[in-house]
């Protein structure tokens, strides 16, 4: 009886896990909810030009105007997939990067190293308030991309 009892335990077990894994996107980078932001599948990118002005403001250390401010926040609320938000941030920060001739290691402008710009512009919902999705739960609102050096 006990030994039933395992068995069919375990075997609820991995009916259970392998449903969530199919749900979540376990071991493929193309789904999940954030599968919907691929543009192979159709989604256009925001290139967020607002966004793009204020971090490279703030990356110099320059006053960013109020309306730039407003602009970015705007651009990056109406972005309607939350799961969106972080990776049109990412490509915005590339298109950045791409334009400037930007390296590893490199200024990306006078007074302005990659590593600081990329950090602004992963605190950009953080600033402008607007949800992202945080699967650790700490309540931080910074794209999780930040922590990773090829971004």
């Not at 543009?39 to 110099?60: D, E, F, I, N, W």
């Not at 730039?68 to 997939?81: E, F, G, P, S, V």
């Amino acid at each position: 009886m006990w030994m039933k009892t395992v068995f069919w335990g375990l075997l609820l077990f991995m009916l259970v896990a392998t449903t969530m894994a199919v749900e979540y996107g376990a071991r493929s980078h193309n789904s999940g909810p954030w599968s919907w932001c691929d543009p192979a599948t159709g989604y256009k990118v925001s290139a967020l030009t607002g966004c793009r002005a204020m971090v490279k403001l703030q990356c110099v250390g320059s006053q960013v105007p109020e309306a730039a401010l407003r602009d970015c926040c705007q651009q990056l609320a109406d972005i309607n997939n939350e799961w969106c938000r972080c990776g049109d941030l990412s490509s915005m920060l590339r298109s950045v990067y791409q334009e400037l001739g930007v390296r590893e290691g490199k200024e990306v402008l006078p007074g302005c190293r990659k590593e600081v710009m990329k950090l602004t512009a992963a605190s950009v919902p953080e600033v402008c308030k607007v949800p992202i999705p945080n699967p650790s739960g700490d309540g931080a609102g910074v794209c999780y991309w930040a922590a990773y050096p090829d971004t």
